[in-house]
């Protein structure tokens, strides 16, 4: 069993198994990650897939209908069988890799994301990033932690805390790339500008070096509810503030912003404002 905090919660079962969950898919990533015999094909909107994703989805579909027959299931690779996870109820979210491109490029930011939606609101979630020797993960009411992952040399736990910087000019940025801003990029670019230093880091790891308090604003213009979810409860029990947009909180839009709190409003306002 992977490290946990010493707090109890509500939540504390849902997330031993979605540490359970993320053991589980390291298994099969690692295994995977810089296999000769890789399979990729392409998705009908045009993103690339591996035999990887599929197995991992699948073995976690799999645990998850064993322990909580009675949970619903979203994941990228298969669907959702009609589940929403604004509706009443517990949905498991999976994104078996979250940075697919990376993982067959042998770029060793990439993910597992799972995350466990009540009633519409994130209450766990856990990121396993095996290549990088990291996981962090949250459960509501119990704050966000990280932990370098068994076998490595530090094998250490510690709470994490967003930033306390409040003024733009003195705010790290992180972002994927200018693709998907449509007419927010002139203004994107703009907040790249005025802010202190950038970097295109990307995908999960931006959000979680906010959660960490390394980067103080992440965003990102296209993303889907298995992006998102498990970045959200994370970033937020690490005293952080997660949009779309629009401004609305939580997974459930089509895009994602994440800051240490201090400086969303002005973030935002820049982003979509000018």
Do not use: C
Request: glycine share 8%; no cysteine.
């Amino acid at each position: 069993m992977s490290a946990q905090s010493s707090g109890t919660s509500k939540y504390s079962a849902d997330l031993a198994l979605a540490q359970e969950l993320a053991d589980a898919a390291d298994v099969i990533t690692t295994s995977r990650y810089r296999a000769l015999d890789l399979v990729i094909t392409t998705k009908p909107d045009a993103t690339p897939v591996t035999d990887a994703d599929k197995a991992v989805e699948s073995a976690l579909r799999e645990l998850i209908t064993k322990v909580r027959p009675g949970d619903k299931i979203i994941g990228e690779e298969f669907g959702n069988d009609g589940s929403d996870a604004k509706a009443s109820g517990r949905h498991w979210v999976i994104d078996p890799i979250d940075g697919t491109k990376n993982f067959m490029r042998a770029v060793p930011v990439w993910a597992t994301l799972i995350a466990l939606v009540e009633n519409g609101e994130v209450v766990v979630g856990v990121i396993s990033a095996p290549a990088l020797n990291r996981r962090w993960y949250a459960a509501k009411g119990s704050g966000a932690y990280v932990h370098s992952l068994p076998g490595t040399e530090n094998n250490s736990l510690r709470k994490i805390s967003v930033s306390k910087v409040a003024q733009l000019s003195d705010a790290s940025l992180s972002f994927s790339d200018l693709v998907g801003w449509g007419v927010n990029r002139d203004n994107f670019i703009a907040l790249m500008d005025q802010v202190w230093r950038t970097r295109g880091i990307g995908d999960f790891w931006s959000h979680m070096l906010v959660a960490e308090g390394a980067v103080d604003i992440a965003a990102e213009p296209s993303l889907a509810l298995w992006d998102m979810a498990a970045i959200d409860i994370i970033v937020r029990e690490a005293g952080g503030t997660f949009t779309d947009l629009s401004g609305a909180a939580g997974p459930h839009g089509k895009s994602a912003v994440s800051s240490n709190s201090l400086l969303h409003s002005a973030a935002l306002k820049k982003i979509t404002h000018g």
